[in-house]
T-cell receptor, first 114, second 116 residues
Framework: AQKITQTQPGMFVQEKEAVTLDCTYD???????LFWYKQPSSGEMIFLIY??????QNATEGRYSLNFQKARKSANLVISASQLGDSAMYFC???????????FGTGTSLTVIP | DAGVIQSPRHEVTEMGQEVTLRCKPI?????LFWYRQTMMRGLELLIY????????DSGMPEDRFSAKMPNASFSTLKIQPSEPRDSAVYFC??????????????FGDGTRLSIL
């Protein structure tokens, strides 16, 4: 089974609007971390936001927030007030406490329309 | 980013040639990871090291691939002989804020490899 599933290969959003990128995960480990990365066309992988499995509150970092629904095993990324520079690939990832490996989803390509 | 330096940034070579990719993480971190990214397969973990020792190399595609970490601030990924299907972007990564616990990965800028 896939550890991380991103079902949206591509998304479009109007500039200044909010957008939600979906991510579901699969693990039996009670302790894990969830991460989102941004990969612009230049290719570098940029860490955006982290959510721990025991965190009571949803993580926020500036315009990024993580909608963490533990029972549903989902960790959707919300980008508010989209900017043209947000156009990129976005990857969801998970690390289980029992291992050191990061599991990455297949990514979602986000295009911000002026 | 200065946290993880990869070289070369781009490599173009003919099939059959030996290719060596290099990674220089800031020393002091115990873990180092090598990934490969392709359109077809996404981001795949190839191998990771802890204290310079390979821990899990189950992601290494085949015997043509080998990786070493002779010291805490240098690692190589070697492909010999190279094949066109090895064309990909290869990333080196380490935990961002220190020893590996629940820390995000900090990636180098990657090496874009093209095998003709």
């Amino acid at each position: 089974a896939q550890k991380i599933t991103q079902t949206q290969p591509g998304m479009f959003v109007q500039e200044k609007e909010a957008v939600t990128l979906d991510c579901t995960y699969d693990t039996s480990d009670p302790s894990y971390g969830l991460f989102w990365y941004k990969q612009p066309s230049s290719g570098e992988m940029i860490f955006l936001i982290y959510q721990g499995s025991y965190d009571q509150q949803n993580a926020t970092e500036g315009r990024y927030s993580l909608n963490f629904q533990k029972a549903r095993k989902s960790a959707n990324l919300v980008i508010s007030a989209s900017q043209l520079g947000d156009s990129a690939m976005y990857f969801c990832a998970m690390r289980e406490r029992t291992g050191n490996q990061f599991y990455f989803g297949t990514g979602t390509s986000l295009t911000v329309i002026p | 980013d200065a946290g993880v330096i990869q070289s070369p940034r781009h490599e173009v070579t003919e099939m059959g040639q030996e290719v060596t990719l290099r990674c220089k993480p800031i020393s002091g971190h115990d873990y180092l990871f090598w990934y490969r990214q392709t359109m077809m397969r996404g981001l795949e973990l190839l191998i990771y090291f802890n204290n310079n020792v390979p821990i899990d190399d189950s992601g290494m595609p085949e015997d043509r691939f080998s990786a070493k970490m002779p010291n805490a601030s240098f690692s190589t990924l070697k492909i010999q002989p190279s094949e066109p299907r090895d064309s990909a972007v290869y990333f080196c990564a380490r935990p961002q804020w220190g020893d590996n616990s629940n820390q995000p990965q900090h990636f180098g800028d990657g090496t874009r490899l093209s095998i003709l």
